[in-house]
């Protein structure tokens, strides 16, 4: 197997994460605060996954400059998105319609799962998969909260599993362009598009997670489930590396 279709096998795992979680809220129904649970152990993983391996091992590239000028494009790059996205929903005269753009910020995260797992494996393969296992787990709980209010907003059942199903396409666009676009270049250009996706990372959860968790009230045990989240990833991260 060559390592191209490798990289495209770890990418269909944070798309199984997402697509189990999408599944779930078709058969459970969970009040807004335990979905408010699960999108603090969602922040807990990303954030982890940033601070504990991607700008770790960005900064060690060598060139700290190049690394932080791609940290804060990848946060302003999903800045313009999310402005895309908000005067959609703004514009939009129906509640489906503003679902729609926000399942676009949902893509804009998934692409960047694949950008950052066709880019590390080209690091390392164990990389590649130590950061892929990542994102199931932050996938699974923030892919149930984003098809339950799909859900909430009225969208019906058979759109929703096409939504939900439809999660594989910017992964693996996300992982190709990856691969693609760094293989062959130097160490420097492969961290620095790693630099790039944390800062997108970082940004879609403080402007977009964060605030979704706390909009029906905190619930309790949020700060555990956080911390919760935060130590799954590392145990993950001690034990692959």
């Known amino acids: 197997m060559n390592e191209f279709m490798v990289v495209i096998l ?3 795992l944070p798309v ?3 697509v189990i979680g999408g599944i779930a809220p078709e058969f459970f129904k969970i009040s807004p605060k335990n979905l408010g649970l699960a999108l603090h152990a969602t922040t807990g993983i990303i954030l982890a996954v940033i601070s504990i391996e991607l700008i770790p091992r960005s900064l060690e590239a060598g060139n700290p400059f190049v690394i932080i000028l791609a940290f ?5 790059f999903f800045i313009l998105i999310d402005q895309f996205i908000h005067i959609q929903t ?3 005269s129906s509640d489906k319609k503003g679902a729609w753009a926000i399942y676009l910020g949902i893509l804009v995260d998934l692409f960047t799962d694949g950008l950052m797992i066709g880019t590390s494996s080209l690091i390392s393969l164990q990389l590649g998969f130590l950061l892929a296992l990542g994102q199931v787990s932050a996938n699974i709980p923030g892919s149930f909260a984003s098809i339950a209010k799909f859900k909430d907003r009225g969208v019906n059942q058979k759109r929703r599993i096409i939504l939900n ?3 594989v396409i910017p992964v693996l666009i996300g992982a190709t362009a990856g691969y693609w676009l760094v293989k062959g ?3 420097i250009v492969k961290f620095a598009l790693l630099s790039f996706t944390a800062g997108i990372l970082l940004t879609v959860t403080v402007e977009e997670i964060i605030p979704e968790s706390h909009r029906d009230g905190e619930a309790r045990l949020a700060a555990l489930a956080f911390i919760g989240g935060f130590a799954l990833f590392a145990l993950i991260s001690s034990y692959v590396t």
Do not use: N, Q, V
Request: no cysteine; glycine share 16%.
């Open 72 to 76: 804060i494009a990848g946060g302003i």
């Open 90 to 92: 703004r514009l939009s």
């Open 10 to 12: 770890l990418a269909l």
């Open 165 to 167: 199903f439809s999660s």
């Open 16 to 18: 199984a994460g997402s």
């Open 185 to 187: 270049e130097p160490e």
